[in-house]
Nanobody, 127 residues
Framework: QVQLVESGGGSVQAGRSLKLSCVVSGDYASRCLAWFRQAPGKEREVVAS????????YYADSVKGRTTISRDIAKNTVYLQMNSLKSEDTAIYYC?????????????????????WGQGTQVTVGS
């Protein structure tokens, strides 16, 4: 079992930055951890992911270059640093852990591959 608790969401103006945190507990070693988001009326989409064994990362094209996923092993926390925020970044952001233990390969991008989810944190970007 893996438990995840997000924090750090809020309302910011476009162009500003926000850093989301996700405290992870349980058996999350050798799994992918990912941030997803879901905007009103839209499907859930992956924002970024990190494979805990090698710390390899993936970013969606929509956030690439202005977003960084990282983790602090000592704090059991994964972060999502978002810069140059746009109104289209407005969504509920979820932290998730992959269903299975992984030995290699890229992190999945489909939410169905992640069995463990946090409660979500709202990010609202105003113009």
């Amino acid at each position: 079992q893996v438990q995840l608790v997000e924090s750090g969401g809020g309302s910011v103006q476009a162009g500003r930055s926000l850093k989301l945190s996700c405290v992870v507990s349980g058996d999350y070693a050798s799994r992918c951890l990912a941030w997803f988001r879901q905007a009103p009326g839209k499907e859930r989409e992956v924002v970024a992911s990190i494979y805990t064994t090698f710390d390899t990362t993936y970013y969606a094209d929509s956030v690439k270059g202005r977003t960084t996923i990282s983790r602090d092993i000592a704090k059991n926390t994964v972060y999502l640093q978002m810069n140059s925020l746009k109104s289209e970044d407005t969504a509920i952001y979820y932290c998730a852990a992959e269903s299975r233990i992984r030995t290699r390969g890229a992190c999945p991008r489909e939410g169905a591959q992640y069995a463990y989810w946090g409660q979500g944190t709202q990010v609202t970007v105003g113009s």
